[in-house]
Structure formats: C-alpha cells, structure tokens
RNA sequence: GGAGACGUGGUGUAGCUGGUCUAACAUAUGUGCCUGUCACGCACAAGAUCGCGGGUUCGAAUCCCGUCGUCUCCGCCA
C-alpha cells in the first residue's frame, strides 16, 4: 500500500497560532468524532496530544467523504492547511485549541474495531475495570494518563543516569541468571539444560554483584535494574519491579545520606519542577516506631502514639495493668472531632486492630458540650478549658483525678476520641500504627499535596524469627554493624544496631541501604550469629569471603524502588499504573497469559517433570 | 496460608428482604436528521439468560455450597 498523503511534518499537539498559514501532514489516531451531518469534526490524536481537524463538504467534498467513515481509534494520514479559529470558537481547553487543520487530502492507514476501553477518556466515561485493562494493555497505555506515567518515568530515569553519571558512577550490568542464596525472599528459579537437577535464581537484588564491583575497584556503580522477588503481591509489590541501585567506595552512612538527597531533590527539581525542603528530617528506627508504631512513618500528619504504660500501671482496669505488669504497653492515638463515631464506627476500628493482633480496643469519647449526670460519664477536671465529659466503658475503672491526668497526657480536646491498645509493644505498634493511618485518612488529616520524605536509622541488625527459631538480618546479612555492637552479637542480637538506613515517603518506603561489612572475620561473626555453620557459609558465600581478603574497600549503597518512586510522583494509587506490563495480584500477565504449561518435550529437556496442582 | 470486597449487554453500574426482571440506567455502537462542535445535540434501533458448576424451591441474577478470576489487607516481602 502506498500512501498518498502519508508522510508527517508535525505532531499533533505542536501546532501553535504561529502555524497558521502552513500546510501540514499529521498522523495519529481517531480520537473523538463529531458530526453535524454537513461539519464533521475529528480530533486527531497522537503522542503529542490532540487537535481538530474540520471537514466541510462544501469545500472538499472527497476529503469530507473519507471522514464520514472514519471511527474512534482508526489511524489516519491528513494533510491541510492549519487556521485559526474564529476568536469565539477558539478552545481554552486545548493547547492547540487556537488553531485548527482543514484537511485537503486523508486517507485510512489502519480501521478499528470498537475498542473495550475508552481510550478517549471524559467524565461520563465510566471507568473501565482493570482485569480488562491489563487484557487490552496496548490500548490502556493509548490513554493520555497512561502515557503520562510512562514518559515521566521514562524523564526519571534519565535524569537519574544524568546526575550519577555527572558525579563519577559508571553504570555496569550484572547477571540475571545468577545463583539461589538463603536468607530472604523466595527466588525464582530457572532450570538448567547444560546441568540437569540445578537451577539458576533470577536476582532478588544485584547486592553481592555490586560489592564484588567494589572489591573490583570502580568506586561508585549504579544501575537501573529488574529484580525479582516470589512473594505475595500487593498495590505495591509486582514479582517484577525495578531499583535504582547505588554502591560506593570510601563512604560513611553521612556521604551515602548527602548525596542520594541530592539525587532525589534533582528527581523533584528537574522533572516535577518541584524544591523539596532541605534536608530531608532523620528518625531512629526507635523513634519512629514509639512515635508512629512504623518504621515507615507517615510525616503528612500527627496523631502521635501516646505512652501510657507508667499512667496505668496502678489502674483498676485490668487489661491495661496487667499490660503493664508483663513487660508489654499501653499506647493510645487520639483521632481529633472523632468523639461523634457512633458504636458501630468504633466496632468497626475494633475489628479492623484485631487483623494486627491487637485482642481489642478500648476508647474514650470527649464530648464537646458538657452534660452533667449521665450514666457512663465521669467529669474530667483540671484540663485546659471548658473541662468536657468523657464517655467511655472503661470510665468506671478510673477516678476523676486520674481521668484527667490521662486527658492531660492525652492531650485530648473536647470532641476528641481516644483509643488504647494493649499488648506486647509489636502489637502495639502495628495495631495503633495502622489505626493511626486509617484513621488520618478517614478524618481527612493527610496533606494530598505534600511530599514528606524522611530518613529512618539505626535500624536493629537481627529480628527473631518464629518461624525458623533463630535470628533473621532485618535489612541483609552483609550490612556492617556500629562498633559498640560487635561483642554483643554472641550475647545478644537483638540489641545490635545496623548501620542501615531507609529512604520514606509519605508512609512509603523508598529505598534502603546500609554501609556493608568488608572483613572476612566480622562478616564471619554476622554469619554466625544468623545460624550459619562455617561450613554453610563457605558453601553459600565463598567467594565473597575470599574476595574479602584481597583489599576491599570500605563501602556502602542504597537502592531505591523506581516503581514507587514513579508512583507517588505520578500520583498514582499502585505501582501498577506506572509499569508498562504488570502483573496481577496472583503472578499472572492477562494480556499474554503467562505463566503458561509447556510441552513435555521443553521439561524433558530441562530434566523437569510437572506435578500439576498434586504438589 | 488466612480475611474481606467484587464478578449482570462492548464498557461501567443498578437490581440481589426470590415471582409483572419478558433485567433498568449511563456510556459506547448502528441508522436517520443537523454547517461551528469540541463530554456536540435530537430521534430510533440493536445488544446481556446475570463468571462457571451444583443445590434449595412450584419458581433463582437474587438464597446455600463449591470453583475460577480480579482487587484490598494480614502473614510473607534479607
């Protein structure tokens, strides 16, 4: 097929006033057709954005004759004049909506079916559910939304390269198909031909690639690179997804801290046009887990946890004093103007704290107007103020005076709800943690426009694990341990710090790193204090110990999740939106239909044998 | 591994305390009319047996069980 008039000069949204008078090709898709039965209208589409184009039959019959058949989504060629509007028909709405082309010649390159989707999105457009979405993938990401998140993502990652190249880091390739390590997430494994009965592992990250760089002597290395993780997946978690990764010689946590900000605040600067406020605030792991019960905080909004652990250690109220008494916290979050949740709201909380192990969850209502004499109300005296009355279940287990020590602690306001968890601290912090979110979301506390980016540290090196019964490294078993935590790593794990640090966003976690170990004795301890024989940590991690005694440099890096990251600065609600192919929730990819079976033959070969569902 | 929500014309929803549901609305689609629209308008038409399987019942989109799929969360994710 030759074309006529194929042969484009302009993207579609490029045209300005100053092209009027100029004759140009366009090329793009049927976006929206109107037709007035003598004036047909065709907004042309394309990757530069929209324009109109006018048919009139009084002027080119032929041309006018094409457009009467034309459809959404059909790609045409058109070649014409570009006008301007008539000042009363010009379109504020459109950057081209100045101008507009009458086409001399058109002609149909491709037609289309009726798409499943809208890809000419409006407010009366119903939203189109997802399944079919991820289906038709190639005409979700027609959508000018989609096509947004994708070339922001694109503009990230160049400016990503632009700054690490300009501060002397060489981006290197590392191997997809490398080997299964313990510790960690499950690994997708890829069977071999060539040695039958053993596999490869796809990279749950390049970390032990990018310390050997560092043993090679490249200094600063980075990559832009797939990892891929077989867990469970969530809104933001894809088997698949990519990190920024960083590594560097001759740095403390300080140079790794200092100049990833500067990265990030680059990120902002160049591509959002956006100046983040300098320097990002720093939080102990400690810190934030007593102040917001995460060790990823939400800066957007207050609502601290309370510590009431020594304020009821003497209550009559048993659950809190017995909370006290074995070891484990009373904390508390108040939820401003929450006093008018009804029973039911507050039932609703208490099963939502109970998925967080919490076993339930007591409260108390600071009424706004003060009521003397009901049944379940206690005057709470002494505070600030008008001294409002509480309302609670658990009122009768308190005297006035220690209500309203407790109000004072609180620091609760009239129209105010509190509400307590007791429990073990992890409890604790993970039920009022989440309560605290939810809780900001549904009073509307949380900023939408704000960025709130903070660096947690001092994360603790080990956590134990229940289910192996032994002690896990939080972050990895290669981070490096601060100095006063070396002799305690035989006695006492659990109180060694890390120097390890992670990079939060709104509640998110950005990236993570630490400063590694880079001595074959320390690395050795580590191993050993995570239930690791000499003989499994030779096995497994030879060749890093021995890399370790051919003068490796001191040295550290981070990782940050370019998915998320996209995500929040696109504005999205799932990482989904902003990968070109993603995933669903079980692993599969509905548009090509993988994970698919494969014939007997591929298995044979690999020395495979599939046992179906049977297990 | 666990919990919850959802599944109805091409698309998105309503209906779901069982029977005039012979399934409604919006949008999309088709046809006709319309020379200044830009979420064009008006009229008409076509289009779903209600994810799948089983059960209860005289009768099931509606109730029950199972199953599949999607989404959210817990566990998990060094």
Known sequence: MTSEVFGRTTGCGELRAKDVGHEVSLAGWVHRRRDHGGLIFIDLRDRSGLVQLVFNPAKNPEAHRVADGLRSEFVVAARGLVVARDPAMVNPKLPTGEVEVMPSAVEVLNESLTPPIYVAEATDTPAVDETTRLRYRYLDLRRPRMQRNLILRHQVTMAVRNFLDGHGFVEIETPMLTRSTPEGARDYLVPSRVSPGRFYALPQSPQLFKQMLMVSGFERYFQIVRCFRDEDLRADRQPEFTQIDVEMSFVKQEDVLRLMEDLVAELYAKVLEKKLPRPFPRMTWRQAMADYGSDKPDLRFGMKLIDLTEAVRESGFRVFAEAAAGGGQVKA?????????????????????????????????????????????????????????????????????????????????????????????????????????????????????????????????????????????????????????????????????????????????????SIRIHRRDVQERVFDALGLSPEEAREKFGFLLEAFEYGTPPHGGIAFGLDRMIMLMAGAETIRDV????????????????????????????????????G
């Open 579 to 614: 990968i070109a192919f993603p995933k669903t929730t079980s692993a599969s990819d509905l548009l090509t239909g993988a994970p698919s079976e494969v014939s007997g033959r591929q298995l044979s070969e690999l020395g495979l044998a599939a046992k179906g569902d049977q």
């Open 333 to 513: 979050v108040v939820a401003p103007g929450a006093a008018s949740f009804s029973r039911k709201d507050i039932d609703g909380l208490t099963e939502f704290v109970k998925t967080y192990g919490a076993k339930g969850l007591a409260w108390m209502a600071f009424e706004a107007a003060p009521a003397a004499g009901q049944g379940a109300t206690a005057p709470a005296t002494g505070g600030p103020g008008a001294a409002p009355e509480v309302r609670s279940p658990i009122a009768k287990f308190f005297s006035p005076e220690a209500l309203a020590d407790l109000r004072i602690r609180l620091g609760a306001g009239p129209g105010d709800l509190a509400l307590f968890v007791a429990d073990k601290p992890a409890v604790v912090a993970a039920a009022l943690g989440a309560l605290r979110l939810e809780l900001g979301r549904r009073l509307n506390l949380i900023d939408r426009e704000a960025d709130r980016f903070l660096w947690v540290t001092d994360f603790p090196m080990f956590e134990y694990s229940q289910e192996e019964d032994r002690w896990v490294a939080m972050h990895h078993p290669f981070t490096s341990v601060r100095d006063e935590g070396l002799p305690l790593l035989k006695t006492d794990p659990g109180a060694v710090r890390a120097v390890a640090y992670d990079l939060v966003q709104n509640g998110i976690e950005l990236g993570g790193g």
